[in-house]
C-alpha cells in the first residue's frame, strides 16, 4: 500500500511540475494543491460537523449588515472580472469561442490581464465559502444541501485546475459565465438582505435556477465543440471532464428545480 501511495505522489507530483503553467505559478495558493486541498478539508469539517456542533446551544448570530456588505462585494467583484475577464478574451478577435488552444508562452498584454481576471475568479471561489459559514452561523442547517456543499467545495478545486493548468484555454467560458450569473444571483441576494419582500418573490429565485442550467447546458455544448472538431489541439480529455462535470452539474440543479418548482406548482393545482 505505502509503496502504491507512493507511486501515486511522485506521479501527481510529475504530472503538476510538467503542465503548470509558469505564469501564474507565483500567485498566492496557486502553488502546491495542498494548501487547496486543506481549505477544502476546513470547509467540509467546519460546515458539517464542527459548526453545527458548535452552534447547536446558542442562538443564531444576527448577521443581517455583515450579510448585505458580503453581497455588495460580491455583485462588484464579479460585475467587475465578468467585464475585465470578457473585454481580454471573447472581444479580441485573437480569442476563439469556438476552439482556444492552451498556450502559456503567451504573454501579450491582454493575455496578462486575462490572467489577472482568472485569478480575481479563483479567489472568488474561497469567498463564496462563507454563503455556508453564514448558513451554519444562522443555523440555516435545511440550506447546507448536498448541492450546495457539493457545488461550492467543488468549484475551488475546478478553478484552482483551471486557473493553474488551463488559463487563457477554451475553458474560459466556464469563469465568464459563471462571474455572470453569480452577479444576478447575488444582486438578487443584496436586494433580498436590503427588503425582506424579494424573499417571498418565487420567479427570481425560479429565473436565476433557470440562468444556472443555461448556464450548465451551454458550458455541455461548449466543451462538446471542441471535442467533435479540435483543431487547435486543446486536450480532448479535460474537455471531456468539463463536459461530464456539467452533465453532472446540470442533473442536480435540474433535480432541485423539479422538487422546488415544478412538484410544487403541481401540488397547488
Known amino acids: ?28 495558493l496557486l502553488g502546491s494543491p495542498f494548501p487547496m486541498y486543506l481549505m477544502i478539508i476546513l470547509y467540509l469539517a467546519f460546515v458539517l460537523k464542527w459548526g453545527p456542533k458548535w452552534m447547536e446551544n446558542r442562538k443564531p448570530y444576527d448577521l443581517k449588515n455583515v450579510i448585505r456588505v458580503y453581497n455588495f462585494l460580491q455583485v462588484v467583484s464579479n460585475l467587475w472580472l465578468f467585464i475585465f475577464g470578457i473585454r481580454n478574451s471573447y472581444f479580441r478577435k485573437e480569442f476563439s469561442m469556438f476552439c482556444q488552444p492552451i498556450d502559456t508562452t503567451n504573454n501579450k498584454p491582454w493575455m496578462q490581464n486575462l490572467l489577472l481576471a482568472t485569478y480575481g475568479y479563483y479567489i472568488t471561489k474561497y469567498v463564496d465559502l462563507l454563503d455556508t459559514v453564514f448558513f451554519v452561523l444562522r443555523k440555516k442547517n435545511n440550506q447546507i444541501t448536498f448541492l450546495h456543499v457539493y457545488h461550492h467545495a467543488g468549484m475551488v478545486f475546478a478553478v484552482y485546475i483551471f486557473t493553474k493548468f488551463l488559463a487563457g484555454s477554451h475553458s474560459t467560458m466556464l469563469g465568464v459565465i459563471n462571474l455572470f450569473v453569480h452577479t444576478i444571483m447575488y444582486s438578487y441576494y443584496l436586494l433580498s438582505s436590503i427588503n425582506p419582500k424579494y424573499t417571498k418573490s418565487i420567479w427570481w429565485k425560479r429565473y436565476i435556477t433557470q440562468l444556472q442550467l443555461v448556464q450548465f447546458g451551454y458550458l455541455v455544448f461548449h466543451f462538446i465543440i471542441v471535442i467533435v472538431k479540435n483543431d487547435c489541439g486543446h486536450p480532448n480529455l479535460i474537455a471531456f471532464v468539463g463536459l461530464i462535470q456539467n452533465l453532472f452539474m446540470f442533473a442536480l440543479f435540474f433535480d432541485f428545480y423539479r422538487r422546488s418548482y415544478i412538484r410544487k406548482r403541481t401540488k397547488v393545482q
Open 1 to 28: 500500500m505505502a509503496l502504491i501511495l507512493k507511486y501515486f505522489y511522485f506521479w501527481i507530483s510529475y504530472w503538476f511540475n510538467e503542465h503548470k503553467d509558469p505564469r501564474v505559478e507565483g500567485f498566492f
